[in-house]
């Protein structure tokens, strides 16, 4: 009697976790009003357990990730595919599309709280190098963690 009434408890918090996470639509455009080789939104905050689609708008894009928090999975989307990634691990994570990361096609991700600002902090300072055009544009989403 109890073993059912603990596995009734345990699936009701598996399907409840389940119904609360959500779905985030990242979209690596070429042209945008916020300019060229851009992701939008370019910085999002999700909670864990959360997904991104990820949807390039031609064959040239991915999301790639640069800097992820500790213990976490690293993605790198097919380029010109539209592929979702889930986010379980808290912290920040910096991506990039592969081809146009020297243009600043960057983007930050926070899943809860910014457990890793420190290891994402040095991350900044690395890409930053790598970055020739829009630079101001990884600043100004790290400028939006909380």
Do not use: W
Not at 16 to 29: I, M, N
């Amino acid at each position: 009697m109890i073993n059912r009434k603990i596995i009734a408890v345990v699936a009701l918090m598996t399907c409840s976790t389940a119904l609360q996470a959500a779905e985030h639509t990242v979209k690596l455009l070429t042209s945008s009003a916020n300019g060229m080789m851009v992701m939008e939104p370019g910085y999002l905050k999700i909670a864990s357990g959360d997904s991104v689609k990820f949807v390039p708008s031609d064959a040239s894009h991915n999301a790639s990730a640069y800097s992820i928090p500790t213990g976490a999975a690293k993605f790198n989307t097919p380029m010109g595919k539209t592929e979702t990634v889930s986010f379980k691990n808290e912290g920040i994570y910096i991506y990039n599309c592969t081809p146009h990361l020297a243009l600043g096609m960057v983007g930050v991700i926070q899943v809860g709280s910014a457990v890793n600002i420190e290891q994402t902090n040095t991350a900044v300072a690395q890409l930053s190098t790598k970055i020739m055009m829009n630079k101001e544009r990884l600043a100004g989403y790290i400028a939006q963690i909380k």
